[in-house]
Nanobody
């Protein structure tokens, strides 16, 4: 059973930056794609970004392209989401996800095998 431990996030002013981290408990997680979804109050969980197990391919939601950057450090079983130019509409709980298959859409949330506990990002104007 893989556990995903998230850190980072918090309250940030618009235009600021934040970095989220997600560390997996098992070495087998190096075989998994990792990424993030987010969920704002009253909205469904939506795909944000993902990186393949090898780190060779990444994908982003259109709403975050150019501002978000995902990466992973396999030796640390950790994925990172660097967020720049934060907007108020980025306010949400961000959930780390891991799955044997690469995921690139909000619909993929239904089949994700492992989830982190979620970390709040609040952006103020």
């Amino acid at each position: 059973q893989v556990q995903l431990i998230e850190s980072g996030g918090g309250s940030v002013e618009a235009g600021g930056s934040v970095r989220l981290s997600c560390t997996a408990s098992e070495r087998t997680s190096t075989l998994f794609a990792m990424g993030w979804f987010r969920q704002a109050p009253g909205k469904e969980r939506e795909f944000v970004a993902a990186v393949t197990s090898t780190g060779m391919r990444v994908d982003y939601a259109n709403s975050v392209k150019g501002r978000f950057a995902i990466s992973r450090e396999s030796a640390e079983n950790t994925a990172y989401l660097q967020i720049h130019s934060l907007k108020v509409e980025d306010t949400a709980i961000y959930y780390c996800a891991a799955d044997p298959s690469f995921f690139t859409s909000s619909q993929a949330a239904a089949r994700i095998d492992y989830w982190g506990q979620g970390t709040q990002v609040t952006v103020s104007s």
